[in-house]
């Protein structure tokens, strides 16, 4: 299933819809989230996306944002998902502020699967049903079942 985010999530983890006033704000709480549970410092978590971030905005627009890094201890590329309640400033080409953010890591060596876990993410939130359906979640189990629906299934059978 192309909104199928999974793989990338299964290792990852997605915040309940938070309150962020700034892109260094909530780039900060994504990086503690996905270090305290990978266990790595945070704050390098946060020095690498914010590299990437200075050479060019990380928005494909739709109020979608992925800032992504190469990060040293994963083994896999792994995805950090939050909902804002209110958008924030990302640079964006459309001028749009960012409330759907997905963080992508992947480990120093993972050059073409990092190519492909951000053309995965980026098909996937170019779907504007699910865009909405994801504003409109109300909380982080309501998210994971739209984009992780084999978590969905696997918990039925």
């Not at 260094?24 to 020095?47: C, P, Y």
């Not at 053309?119 to 359906?133: G, I, P």
């Not at 979640?137 to 992780?148: E, F, G, N, S, Y």
Request: aromatic share 2%; charged share 25%.
């Amino acid at each position: 299933m192309a909104n199928d985010l999974s793989s990338l999530l299964k290792e990852g983890v997605i915040l309940g819809p938070q309150s962020s006033e700034t892109r260094k704000q909530i780039l900060v709480t994504l990086s503690n989230a996905i270090g305290e549970k990978h266990g790595i410092d945070g704050r390098d978590i946060f020095d690498a996306v914010i590299e990437r971030e200075n050479l060019g905005s990380t928005s494909v627009g739709e109020g979608v944002a992925i800032p992504h890094a190469r990060i040293p201890g994963l083994k896999a590329p792994v995805g950090a998902f939050v909902r804002l309640v209110e958008g924030v400033d990302f640079d964006a080409i459309d001028g749009r502020p960012c409330d759907l953010i997905f963080m992508l890591l992947a480990p120093i060596a993972a050059g073409a699967d990092h190519l492909r876990a951000l053309a995965q993410v980026s098909r996937a939130l170019r779907n504007a049903d699910l865009r909405d359906a994801l504003r409109r979640a109300d909380d982080a189990d309501a998210m994971r079942d739209l984009v992780c629906p084999q978590s969905v299934e696997e918990n039925v059978a």
